[in-house]
Structure formats: C-alpha cells, structure tokens
C-alpha cells in the first residue's frame, strides 16, 4: 500500500501533539486545591476551557463557544519555551515579546494550514479585540481567583499580591465582558482580605 500524500503532514501533528506534552511541565503558581504541589499550565489550560464553557452563557455578547474554546487550549502553548508569567508581575513587554517567538516556533511545527489557524487563536487571545478572546481572557483571569478564594488565598499569600492589585484585575478582565461574574466574584475576595487571612500581603517583601 503506498503512502497516503498527507502522511508527512500527519506526523508534523503528531510531532506538534508531543511537544504540546511539554506543558505538563511548566509550573505555575497556584495549588490544586487539597495538594501540597503547583498545578501546571496542562491542567489549567483544560479547567479554563470548562470554566469558559459554562461561563459563555453570562457573556455580554454572544460569542462562539467553540471558537472561545480553541483560544484557550492553546493560548499557554509558548509557555512551553519561557514558562509560566505571572500576571501580578510587571515584565508584560519582554514576556509577549519572547511568547511572539514561541508561538511562531511552536505552531511552525503543524502542517501550513493547521498552523496559520492556532496561531490565529494564539493572536486573538493577545490582542483581545473580539468578544470571544475577551470572554477566555476573562475566565482565564478568574481561574486562578477561584482556586485562592476556596484555597485561602495560596498564591497571594506567598507572593505578597495586595487587594488593590487583585480587584483591579479581575475586575477589567469581568466586568464589561461578564458582569453576573464581576458582581458575584468582586464581593468574595473583598471578603477573603477583609478576614485577615492575606493580612502578610500588605508587609513589605
């Protein structure tokens, strides 16, 4: 039997789906909830896209669903080369600036036409001028609110994240694109704070 003319393409997929393993690897800065280890950009990219999936129906506008959900499985991917960015922190130009090149390389593995289309979504989501980014844009945001408001703020705590900081975040990210999130989230964190449990985030690092 002769080789099928797309076989080359096929195992660029298959190349692509094992560097895609890769992501297993990378660290961020949350807990699981229950576990003493840090959750990795895998596993996040899988619980935002079922947090989007059920979040799609509060959106201010109508999105698809299906495109919103490509966006977030793939929006990590460049994490694969310059790991996990965390979003409290100040170096936004250099971090893009080196996942541009990531995506290029990452996506460059696919077959042209496979490539173009994630790269695409990789782009959508960096630029957030459409209603679907925007809605992944925010459920990637509040993720990781959800896991340190029922984890007792694990990652604020350690890495010293202020209210001030939190609430402004979340709040761009949700409010327009999600109000039914900004106004049911907004309360519980100025909660968690209020109670005393992140009460190190305001010392000095």
């Not at 698809?64 to 409290?88: A, K, Q």
């Not at 975040?169 to 409010?175: C, G, N, Y």
């Amino acid at each position: 039997m002769p080789e099928p003319t797309n076989a080359a393409d096929v195992r660029r997929v298959f190349e692509f789906a094992i560097e895609l393993d890769r992501l297993k690897a990378v660290s961020r800065k949350i807990k699981p909830l229950g576990l003493d280890r840090y959750e990795n950009s895998a596993e996040h990219s899988w619980h935002v896209c079922v947090l989007a999936l059920l979040l799609a129906r509060y959106s201010a506008a109508p999105v698809d669903v299906g495109r919103v959900l490509e966006i977030l499985l793939v929006h990590d991917v460049p994490e694969i080369d310059h790991g996990d960015h965390f979003v409290y922190s100040r170096d936004v130009t250099a971090t893009a600036a080196a996942e541009a090149i990531a995506a290029e390389r990452i996506f460059g593995l696919l077959p042209e036409a496979e490539g173009r289309r994630l790269l695409s979504r990789w782009r959508e989501y960096e630029e957030r001028q459409t209603p679907e980014a925007r809605l992944a844009y925010a459920a990637d945001r509040l993720m990781p609110v959800l896991q340190n408001l029922f984890g007792g703020g694990q990652s604020w705590r350690e890495n010293r994240v202020p209210l001030e900081q939190v609430r402004a975040l979340v709040h761009d990210a949700t409010a327009e694109v999600c109000p039914a999130v900004w106004w049911s989230v907004g309360p519980l964190i100025e909660s968690l704070y209020a109670s005393g449990v992140l009460d190190e985030t305001r010392r000095p690092g």
